[in-house]
């Protein structure tokens, strides 16, 4: 009975602890896809510039 709790325990605690990885990991490339330029897109980003 003991070890079946505590099987539930450490599953719920490595899967928040999955989600929070998988949360900062989408953050992650979606903060670097929005800031990267695609390279069909460079002379018009130029253009802007000027």
Do not use: G, H
Not at 19 to 29: E, Q, S, T
Not at 33 to 48: D, F, M
């Amino acid at each position: 009975m003991t070890n079946n709790t505590s099987n539930n325990k450490n599953r719920l605690i490595f899967r928040i602890i999955f989600l929070l990885f998988l949360a900062i990991v989408i953050w992650f490339l979606y903060d670097l896809a929005r800031q990267t330029t695609a390279p069909w897109n460079k002379k018009k980003q130029i253009e802007r510039a000027f």
